[in-house]
């Protein structure tokens, strides 16, 4: 088994943390059939891994460079086997570090933790670098990776623990910002760099989030009570009297059977349900352009929440952010 040739610049053993300033001055290109000189090419972009080639010839080509925000690599290669031990993962330098991956030919199956998912071409998906996994990749496998560390953007950070783990066929927008990213890895030294960086994740993230508000209104429920149970409290969102016993009453059940119905699914207990469904519209909301001219009070009380100070409070436990500083994020990006 070839494991990851360790770095000899001093850098932690997980994600590679250049100085934003020589960014541009950080990059590969590489055409090889040797799985060493790939191993350690791949190391200035990639946190360590375990690569196993599943052919007799190997052959590989990358491309990667470090960006202002990230570590950006395109590659191409023989079927291979790649593990992140529990070792490796451990020595993650941040335990909010995610990577973004475009699957752009060919395919592979990922297992995370208790999920396994199989990516094919025009799909993407992001995974945690801080959590073991094993990918497994066949065909013409080409793909482009990105690799975030999201500790000082709790926005992003809570889409993408979201989204971990998923399948996400991308859209327009987000072939815009694979095209945007793609570009960075033939550009010199360009002040435009980091703003065309940024701009591509967010169409990204942007993406996420209007996936996620689908995903609050039709993601699967486990069961046709449950269903029903979230569709009435969307229906009374803006209800700031909506209760569990409205719920049981409405689902003809007693409290205990309610209850009962959302432990035995594993779910959080009714009264939380309606509270997370609320802030998760609220976070949406205050994300949505189109709601720039309304202020967080009348975003509170549109769903349901009637005393502000106490809204604060809880969307901060939830998101690790205040709706003040999300918002002023927001408004910072746009210009």
Not at 272 to 295: G, K, P, Q, S, V
Not at 298 to 303: F, P, Q, V
């Amino acid at each position: 088994m070839n494991a990851f040739v360790p770095r000899r610049d001093g850098r932690p053993a997980g994600m590679p943390s250049p100085d934003p300033a020589d960014a541009s001055q950080c990059s590969t290109s590489l055409r090889t059939t040797s799985l060493e000189r790939f191993v350690s090419a791949s190391g200035a972009h990639l946190p360590p891994l375990e690569v196993v080639p599943q052919t007799p010839k190997f052959r590989a080509t990358l491309r990667g460079r470090n960006l202002q925000r990230g570590q950006l690599i395109q590659l191409a290669s023989s079927p291979v086997r790649v593990t992140r031990t529990p070792r490796m993962a451990r020595h993650t330098s941040g335990a909010h570090a995610f990577k973004l991956v475009w699957q752009l030919r060919g395919g592979a199956e990922m297992e995370q933790g208790d999920r396994a998912i199989r990516l094919g071409a025009g799909q993407m998906a992001i995974y945690r670098l801080s959590t073991p996994y094993r990918l497994h990749t066949f065909g013409d496998y080409r793909v482009l990776m990105l690799s975030l560390d999201l500790a000082d953007m709790p926005e992003w950070r809570q889409l993408a623990e979201r989204c971990q783990g998923q399948v996400l066929p991308w859209d327009a927008a987000v072939q815009g910002a694979l095209e945007a990213l793609r570009s960075q890895l033939v550009w010199g030294d360009d002040p435009m760099v980091a703003r065309v960086e940024e701009m591509a994740l967010e169409l990204v993230f942007d993406f996420l989030w209007r996936g996620q508000w689908q995903q609050l209104h039709c993601a699967p429920m486990p069961s046709a009570r449950l269903v029903r149970a979230r569709r009435l409290v969307l229906q009374r969102l803006a209800d700031p009297a909506l209760a569990p016993e409205d719920l049981a009453q409405a689902l003809n059940l007693s409290m205990r059977a309610l209850y009962d119905e959302f432990r035995r699914h594993q779910l959080a207990p009714p009264a939380a349900f309606i509270r997370e469904l609320r802030l998760d519209h609220c976070y949406l909301a205050l994300l949505d352009a189109a709601n720039r001219r309304h202020t967080i009070t009348h975003i509170a009380l549109e769903h349901g929440f009637v005393d502000g100070a106490h809204f604060a409070r809880i969307f901060r436990q939830r998101y690790g952010i205040s709706p003040i500083e999300l918002r002023r994020r927001q408004q910072e990006k746009k210009h």
